[in-house]
């Protein structure tokens, strides 16, 4: 038992600093070559914030741990609608922009109904993950095309936090011509740091529920999803506190619909016999992962804003669904 409790924690340590020297080096190649700091925010950051969950769904797959793939998912956004958002607007109101209203938010419970009807049958084939992954490269698509018509004043906050100038101390800055061979590196090291970190934390979730009699798609849905889930919930903070609240509230609602469509997608593709569903996923956790994000659209509307007792609500409402986890499935 406490092998696998150190080999997750250790898992977990690597995914996190995987995904942050992911998404720096990935940040500052991209930034190195031309792409602009509102593409590289809606795709590079959104995209490397999401690969540990794509590395701990692979693995969890491969491994013959289907529940745990899901519920890490499901669970992922579960966190980032009611915990991260409600921390975020607990800590700093929340201003919406009409980008969010009119194409993310729907969008993100859009994808949540795409995936509560896939699952009803208790199965996922591999066709239906092929459409998903489709579903991501068009929504990607979507937002590179979008990204031309910001307001100035989104271009100008994704400038400040992703141009060259904000990046110079991301990472030792490399001096001549192989200073994008340099972020290059850091970049496949990030991602290989979070492979191994993903194979890690699989184990140890694993045989932690083998060791307490506890499902795998509660681990996944709990621990596992805390874990892969934490760059959203640093970046979504850090950006809250710095008030560029526009990053915040995109980089949250994209990486919502990038996990069902691309990182679900992707797992689901590579196992060609499809995925089995745990029942209790399909009756209860998949659907209150659509409820928390039909719930986003009075609260995103009413006067274009979450506000801070908007945010304790989610809050209170993340607790409580942690807490029946805990107690009823556990």
Not at 89 to 97: H, Y
Not at 122 to 137: D, F, P, Q, S, T
Not at 159 to 169: F, H, M, R, S, V
Request: include cysteine; proline fraction near 4%; glycine fraction near 10%.
């Amino acid at each position: 038992m406490s092998a696998n409790v150190f080999w997750l924690l250790v898992g977990l340590v690597a995914l996190i600093a995987g995904a942050e020297l992911l998404t720096r080096g990935g940040t500052r190649l991209a930034a190195r070559l031309g792409i602009r700091p509102v593409l590289i925010g809606l795709t590079v950051v959104a995209l490397g914030t999401s690969m540990p969950e794509l590395a701990v769904g692979l693995w969890s797959v491969g491994d013959g741990h289907a529940s745990l793939a899901l519920g890490n998912i499901v669970g992922a956004n579960i966190m980032n609608m009611l915990l991260t958002l409600g921390l975020s607007a607990a800590l700093l109101p929340l201003a919406i922009q009409m980008q969010s209203l009119r194409f993310d938010l729907p969008m993100m419970v859009g994808a949540a109904l795409v995936l509560l009807a896939m699952a009803w049958d208790l199965r996922l084939e591999r066709w239906e993950g092929i459409v998903l992954v489709a579903m991501g490269v068009a929504y990607i698509a979507v937002l590179v095309r979008t990204s031309r018509n910001e307001s100035r004043a989104v271009k100008a906050e994704f400038e400040a936090e992703y141009g060259e100038q904000a990046l110079a101390g991301a990472l030792p800055e490399p001096r001549g011509r192989f200073a994008a061979l340099s972020d290059l590196m850091w970049l496949l090291a990030g991602i290989a740091i979070v492979v191994v970190g993903a194979e890690w934390m699989v184990e140890g979730a694993s045989g932690i529920a083998r060791s307490l009699g506890v499902p795998e798609a509660v681990i996944g849905l709990t621990i596992v999803a805390l874990g892969t889930s934490s760059p959203e919930l640093a970046t979504t903070v850090v950006s809250t506190l710095r008030q560029e609240r526009d990053i915040a509230i995109g980089n949250l609602l994209g990486s919502c619909v990038l996990n069902i469509f691309v990182i679900l997608g992707i797992t689901v593709a590579s196992v060609p016999t499809g995925l089995g569903i745990d029942p209790q996923l399909v009756r209860i956790d998949i659907p209150v992962m659509v409820l928390a994000a039909i719930a986003c659209v009075p609260v995103f509307v009413t006067g274009r804003r979450v506000g801070r007792l908007e945010g304790i609500a989610l809050l209170a409402a993340y607790l409580a669904y942690m807490g029946y986890l805990l107690v009823v499935r556990t």
